[in-house]
């Protein structure tokens, strides 16, 4: 993969070297320098922004959420949540893309 290149093969956007430097730079901040309400409020917004810029994925990740607090379930170390979220969320979103083309080939 090309660092100029700007889509992966199904159309999702590879976040660059610098955004994700950039935007792990701000969460260290926010996190570690400056906890308390002014950082709530900061995650309570991407929340709501997620929340509202793209409905059916929040509730798939809050139902995935769901699941794996069930007693029954395999649960991993908490760690690895975010991760798994993380990767949910890409994989979601690649078969969005899918689905999209298809979807425009039909029609």
Known sequence: MSEKQKYTEDGLPIVSKTT?????????QRVVHEPGENTRQWLNELVNNFSRENPNLAELVQNYFRIIKEPASILPRPDQLFYQGAFITYEVLRRQVEANKLEESIN
């Open 20 to 28: 994700a430097q950039v935007f792990l730079r701000d969460i260290f």
